[in-house]
C-alpha cells in the first residue's frame, strides 16, 4: 500500500491487485478460495514472503498427514484378548520410511540444497498403560514434496502401503491430512518475470525449502515469483522481525515493478501485476 499509494496519480495501462489473504500459516484457506473464484486477466503475482528481496522461483510443497490405527484392548496376560495398535503402528512406520526410500529414489531436484523429498515422523501417541493391550495409536508425520510431484499421487501410495497391514491384523488404519497439503512450485527461468525481477534487485533468483501460495496462483495461469522483506531465519521465531533498512528498499523495488508492468506501456493490453501481500 506504500508502494502503491504515490503512483494512484499515474495513468495505469493496466490493473493492480494488493491482495490480502487469510489463514495463509496454516490452511491457507484464502488462496483455496481465491482459486475458486478467479482473478480472472490477472498475468502476474509477487508472493511477499522474507526473502531478503531476493526472486524466489520454486519451493517445495508439504503435505501434513495423520494415521489413526485403532485396534482392540485387553488384559496384557493375554494377547489373544486384543488387538494391539501398537504393533500394527511398528509395521506402518516401517512401511512409511520404505515409502520415503522410493519417493527419494524416483524424485530429484538439484536446485535444492536438500535435493530429495523428506518425510518427518513428527509425533506419535497411543496406550495408556504398560499392562494393557494398546486398544489406539495415532501418528502424524510430514512430507516436502519437490516439483514434479503430484500430492493426491503420494497419497494413494501411502494409502497403498498401509492397506495390506490392515487386511493382514484384521484392524482399522485410518489415514487423513492434517491441512489440504500445498503443492510444490516452480516457475521457469526464462520467465519475464522471473528475468525482471532479477534485474531490479541484482540478484538470481534462487529456491527455498518452506511452503507458500504461490502454486496456488500458478493454477490460475499467472507467471508468480515469491520476494519480500526479512529473513526466513527470524520466521516462527520470539520477537519476529523484520529489519528497518529492508523496507525502503522495498517500496522501491514494488515501485519498480508496478511502473515496469502497469504504468509503462505494456507488451500486452491484458498484463497485470499482483502483488501479494499476507
Known sequence: IEAVSSLLSHDFKAPLIILATADEESSMDGARALVQSDISGARYAVVGEPTGLK?????????MEGITITGRSGHSS??????????A????IGELLNLRGELQEKYHHPGFAVPTPTMNLGCIHGGDNPNRICGQCELHFDIRAIPGMDTDEVRQRIQQHLSPIAE???????LRSLIGGVDAFEQPADSELVKVAEQLTGQS???????????????????TIVMGPGSID???????FIAHDQIQPTVALIQNLVTRFCLAPPA?????VTPSAE
Open 78 to 87: 493375554n494377547p489373544l484378548l486384543g488387538n494391539s495398535a501398537l504393533e
Open 89 to 92: 503402528m511398528h509395521e506402518v
Open 234 to 240: 527470524q520466521a516462527h521465531q520470539p520477537d519476529e
Open 55 to 63: 526472486p524466489i522461483r520454486a519451493h517445495k510443497g508439504i503435505l
Open 205 to 223: 533468483a534462487d529456491v527455498v525449502n518452506f511452503a507458500t501460495e504461490a502454486p496456488f496462483f500458478q493454477q490460475l495461469g499467472l507467471q
Open 168 to 174: 493382514r491384523r484384521k484392524i482399522n488404519i485410518g
Open 268 to 272: 500486452s493490453t491484458e498484463g497485470r
